[in-house]
Nanobody
Framework: QLQLVESGGGLVQPGGSLRLSCAAS????????IGWFRQAPGKEREGVSC????????YYADSVKDRFTISSDNAKNTVYLQMNSLKPEDTAVYYC????????????????????WGQGTQVTVSS
């Protein structure tokens, strides 16, 4: 059974850091790209970052570039999102997803390419 489980969310002050984890089971990271998405209250779900573990290709949305870093540990079948310099506008439920490798790397964050979703983890940035 294919499953994605996120962890690592929580409450952090502005300027702080968090590391999210996405543990995959039932498939290997080589087959899909793994994307991180987020959804703030009243807003649409948006793609944040993605990684293709087979070749190390990564992509970041402009809003998180130079602050967030995505990485993978293939031995643990886990993808991480290191989030630094967090801002209140980063507050959202963060989801990881297995996505089809269709088109360019940025296309991996298209909602139309999502094959499986995790359950989400809340990130709140507030003083």
């Amino acid at each position: 059974q294919l499953q994605l489980v996120e962890s690592g969310g929580g409450l952090v002050q502005p300027g702080g850091s968090l590391r999210l984890s996405c543990a995959a089971s039932g498939f290997t990271l080589d087959y899909y790209a793994i994307g991180w998405f987020r959804q703030a209250p009243g807003k649409e779900r948006e793609g944040v970052s993605c990684i293709s573990s087979s070749d190390g290709t990564t992509y970041y949305a402009d809003s998180v570039k130079d602050r967030f870093t995505i990485s993978s540990d293939n031995a643990k079948n886990t993808v991480y999102l290191q989030m630094n310099s967090l801002k209140p506008e980063d507050t959202a439920v963060y989801y990881c997803a297995a996505t089809y490798k269709v088109g360019d790397t940025s296309d991996y964050l298209s909602l139309d390419n999502v094959a499986y979703w995790g359950q989400g983890t809340q990130v709140t940035v507030s003083s």
